[in-house]
């Protein structure tokens, strides 16, 4: 079945446009046949490879970039591919909208399908979603330009003061255990001043109340036993980050040489294995400390544990509090805290919030707009861009509220209807 050329103008990039009309000519219903005659004209196109181009109708029309490589891995994921018009049969109504408005836009360049499943795009929505408001959310940018601005530029000056940022973080400083303050070669290769959180003047003004004063962002490392606890502490109002609370978690069930193996699997690719080795303390030794730092900052009692006072814990998902913390309990031999009975999952709240299923950090930082900073799992700098990314949420308007609930026997409750599973 013959296929108008004009349909390859859907996707510019070469690697498609050689493949897509063999693949629409197999797996396209008749009735889309007529629908192709409201596609844009050739002539129409200004400039197929370039970030933006319009056809005569003012709409805007695909935006990809010669970075595309390796997009036949794409093609594995049908709700993704129901964007480029492959297999249409399987989302007739919503490709049936898309083709009448003469319009295909994205929100990603092409070459950021090749981290489908790694970042969570394109994963098929809940049967009990509304399919119109996800294909707007996946296809359409997130939020508008102007409320996703980034920082205002850092004035010479001010940025060769900051040489610290191009140093790697001592690990050993950010414990209060580092002992090498005073030494020029340690100091010349390591930074002991965190990241800069500040935010704009302007983005404190458009938060609005919250249920709590503070939100305690956690992010935990370690698969079999927690590796890596850290926390930051970030006032509701203002937006400014208070404090910060981390520990190297030393397992208790494994023997030396498993341990000696998963630390240089997971650690030593970054250079800490050795403060890693250095610093690590039991769980049940970690949990005291902790307390102890939640009681400096007036957000517990020992007297009533059975919750946090004004302040919520944060976490990119479920599986921290929900899963890993009462694992952890039951492998360390204690009991599980009350306060950990409740939580934000941020996933839940950007979903609702936005309507773009972003099913881990990486893919809300992306859709804001948001480079990432540090290591990519290593705790400490998740939990900050983690906070990066709350912080860009309060000064959108969003409100913070308990997303999960632990019951009495065990399970857990759920606030939100839509939610990211």
């Not at 494994?254 to 650690?267: G, L, Q, S």
């Not at 769980?283 to 400390?289: D, K, N, R, S």
């Not at 517990?300 to 946090?308: E, I, R, V």
């Not at 299923?357 to 990486?362: E, H, N, T, V, Y």
Request: contains cysteine; aromatic residues 10%.
């Amino acid at each position: 079945m013959a296929i108008p050329a004009k349909f390859s103008l859907l996707c510019p990039c070469l690697s498609l446009s050689r493949w897509l009309p063999t693949v629409c000519s197999i797996s396209s219903p008749r009735w889309i046949q007529p629908q192709l005659q409201c596609l844009p004209a050739p002539s129409s196109i200004i400039n197929p490879t370039s970030t933006s181009s319009s056809n005569r109708n003012g709409a805007e029309v695909a935006r990809l970039t010669n970075e595309s490589r390796n997009v036949a891995s794409a093609w594995r994921n049908s709700f993704h591919l129901s964007a480029l018009g492959v297999r249409l049969e399987r989302h007739e109504g919503s490709v049936k909208r898309a083709i009448d408005k003469a319009r295909v836009s994205f929100s990603t360049k092409c070459c950021a399908l090749d981290k489908v499943a790694e970042e969570g795009y394109g994963e098929p929505p809940d049967s009990t979603l509304d399919r119109g408001a996800l294909w707007t959310g996946l296809i359409s940018p997130t939020v508008p330009e102007l409320a996703v601005a980034e920082l205002p530029q850092i004035p010479p000056q001010a940025a060769a003061e900051r040489k610290w940022s191009r140093k790697r973080m001592c690990y050993y400083f950010s414990q209060g255990l580092c002992t090498l303050m005073e030494d020029e070669v340690h100091l010349s290769n390591f930074s002991h001043e965190y990241p800069d959180m500040s935010v704009r003047a302007d983005d404190t003004e458009k938060v609005k109340p919250q249920p709590f004063d503070h939100f305690l962002v956690l992010d935990l490392e370690g698969r079999v036993e927690i590796l890596e606890f850290p926390v930051v502490m970030l006032d509701a109002k203002t937006l400014e980050v208070v404090d910060r609370f981390h520990r190297f978690v030393r397992p208790c069930k494994m023997n030396e040489e498993w341990i000696e193996d998963y630390i240089r699997n997971k650690y030593g690719k970054w250079g800490l294995e050795r403060v890693w080795h250095d610093t690590a303390i039991p769980f049940t030794q970690v949990l005291p400390e902790f307390e102890s730092w939640l009681e400096s900052h007036s957000l517990f009692d020992t007297k009533n544990p059975s919750k946090l006072k004004t302040a919520a814990f944060v976490t990119c998902g479920n599986w921290d509090i929900k899963t890993k913390i009462p694992e952890q309990c039951v492998t360390s031999d204690i009991q599980l805290p009350p306060y950990f009975n409740e939580w934000i999952n941020l996933k839940d709240i950007y979903f609702n919030f936005y309507k773009f299923r972003a099913s881990g950090m990486l893919a809300m930082m992306k859709g804001l707009k948001m480079p990432m900073q540090g290591t990519h799992h290593v705790g400490l700098d998740d939990a900050h861009n983690i906070t990066r990314v709350v912080q860009r949420m309060l000064a959108h308007g969003v409100i913070m509220q308990i997303s999960a609930k632990r019951k009495a026997g065990g399970g857990v409750s759920f606030t939100f209807r839509f939610r990211i599973k």
